[in-house]
């Protein structure tokens, strides 16, 4: 996720990073998420999809 705090620094506010780079950690700490690299950037990028939306 840190690799894509460009798009969103200016956006979002310190707090809401904060909040979607713990969300990310905790989704990709599960057991059922399957941890490659590929895996990570696409769930980072629908993330930042999501709360653009919002």
Request: hydrophobic fraction near 45%; avoid cysteine.
């Amino acid at each position: 996720m840190k690799r894509y705090h460009h798009l969103i620094e200016g956006v979002l506010q310190p707090d809401e990073i904060t909040n979607l780079q713990k969300i990310f950690d905790a989704v990709i700490g599960q057991p059922w998420f399957h941890l490659t690299e590929m895996n990570r950037e696409a769930f980072a990028a629908e993330l930042i999809r999501l709360i653009e939306r919002a």
